[in-house]
């Protein structure tokens, strides 16, 4: 009874929480990435734009490549970097369920098992006192027991625990889910490019056709009396240069091969055929682009530095509760007796209850200075997260100018392809009736090659580009839905 005061009193308390309850940062008030000047911009061969909620999560299929889909799914399942956010996002959880557990009370149980001789001299006997005639007694001591606590958390610094590393655990997830998007666009990255080398390899070989060509009509030509052997000697030197380029765009395969299998999960060896060919590959007609105000609250850096700034919002008031009493409540209950058999006996129990208060009087300034320090660091994170958007906004502006500038670049390749082919081919001819030299059909089929494979890294540059746009502004991979104590 007399600690029922105290109980009524804590009660009345309880439930007060100090520190600032955290409010989600308004969406942008936007509604586009570009400048007005650059807006509404149609350009022939470019994907429209749709501002809306943004692409779907598995926006690589927009391509229009099964095989594609499959490595990036296999990533997805295997990627070691992968595995290691993953387990480091589940212990988060465990840590925030260790942190949650403290909020209810805790419960011990205790036994012990006693050898002890008492020393009678010590407590004034002599030796001549009956009591010590029989020398030190010895005698076991059996007890069992146990106790329960309960911190009433009256300023509520257990709850902003709570809530500070259920916000950390938060701030995980959005860094796994950016860790899967990121690996997917990688794999995309890393399959555009294997197409790429594999197109400019192809171009490179059909040159050789074409110098191989060039070396048996000027051999011909000069065993007919109407050329030179310097004419020969200029196209096997050709034949012998555009012959070395092939090594070096091999080993870029090869490499490109390499990292495709590491991040597939899987051992080069085992990659098997990655026959991607660009002119395979769908260029999308449209892409689904989420609007400021969504991108927000979809993308997962931005979802992370938001998480961050939860976090150090509930730092202050971890920090705040440091600075008030605490009260913690318990009891424990003992039993111990000389003997085994006696220790169900009511003679041998005892307890206590038990009410503790811990209050800060006097620490040299350390608490003071945590919770400043809190209030620095959340600071930090609200100015982390508008640096982050930003970021975002102006990332997802270069990609949507780099849509028109790519259509732009694929339709002027094309028409320097489309005229170098024609003067290569009236080149041919006109050496061939003897009113050019070699010299100027080997300098043609040069610009032909030039121009081919400006396209080739024209269109590859604009598939790479509309996937960095879907990367951009896609939401994150979700995992299984898992409960977690204090979120929300």
């Given amino acids: 009874m007399r600690l029922l005061p105290i109980l009524l009193a804590a009660t009345a308390l309880a439930g007060c929480t100090v520190g600032p309850d955290f409010v989600r940062p308004q969406a942008p008030g936007t509604t586009g990435y ?149 690996i997917a666009g990688q794999v995309v990255n890393q399959v555009l490019t294997v197409a790429a080398i594999r197109a400019q390899i192809a171009t490179a070989n059909a040159l050789l056709a074409e110098d191989l060509r060039n070396v048996d009509l000027t051999q011909k030509r000069r065993q007919g009396g109407e050329g030179t052997l310097v004419e020969v000697l200029n196209a096997q030197s050709q034949y012998t240069a555009d012959r070395g380029d092939i090594p070096q765009l091999e080993q870029q395969l090869a490499e490109a091969r390499h990292l495709l299998a590491t991040l597939v999960g899987i051992a080069p060896s085992e990659l098997g055929a990655t026959e991607f060919d660009i002119a395979k590959l769908t260029l999308p007609s449209a892409i689904p682009v989420a609007l400021p105000s969504e991108l927000v609250h979809r993308r997962p850096d931005i979802l992370q530095a938001e998480a961050d700034l939860h976090a150090a919002a509930a730092g202050i008031g971890v920090a705040t509760a440091r600075l008030y009493p605490d009260i913690t409540l318990g009891a424990t209950l003992t039993q111990g007796a000389p003997g085994i058999g006696d220790l169900v006996k009511n003679a041998f129990r005892g307890y206590d209850i038990f009410a503790g208060v811990t209050a800060p009087i006097f620490h040299g300034g350390t608490l003071k200075a945590q919770r400043a320090a809190a209030i620095n660091r959340a600071k930090a994170s609200e100015a982390t997260y508008q640096q982050t958007v930003l970021t975002a906004f102006g990332q997802v502006a270069d990609l949507l100018s780099a849509i028109q500038s790519d259509a732009r670049s694929v339709t002027n390749q094309s028409e320097s392809v489309s005229v170098a082919e024609r003067s290569r081919h009236l080149s041919q001819r006109s050496y061939q009736v003897g009113n050019s030299g070699i010299l100027q059909v080997l300098e043609t089929e040069r610009l032909y090659q030039r121009a081919s494979n400006g396209l080739v890294l024209a269109r590859t540059r604009q598939l790479l580009n509309v996937a960095r746009l879907y990367v951009a502004t896609a939401g994150g991979w979700t995992g299984p839905a898992t409960d977690t104590p204090g979120a929300g």
Avoid at 137 to 156: A, N, T
């Fill in 34 to 182: 570009q400048p007005s000047s650059e807006q509404n911009t149609a350009v022939r061969g470019a994907p429209a734009v749709t501002l809306g909620a943004g692409p779907t999560q598995r926006w690589w299929t927009a391509f229009g490549s099964p095989e594609m889909d499959a490595l990036v799914d296999r990533a997805i399942a295997n990627n070691r970097s992968l595995a290691a956010s993953n387990a480091t996002l589940a212990a988060a959880r465990d840590e925030l369920r260790a942190v949650a557990g403290r909020q209810l009370p805790q419960i011990d149980a205790n036994a012990r098992v006693d050898q002890e001789q008492v020393n009678l001299a010590g407590f004034g006997f002599s030796g001549n006192n009956p009591l010590a005639s029989g020398g030190n007694p010895e005698f076991h001591l059996y007890s069992v027991g146990g106790g329960i606590s309960y911190d009433l958390d009256l300023f509520g610094g257990l709850r902003r625990q709570v809530e500070q590393s259920a916000a950390q655990v938060e701030a995980q997830q959005r860094q796994t889910e950016a860790a899967h998007l990121s």
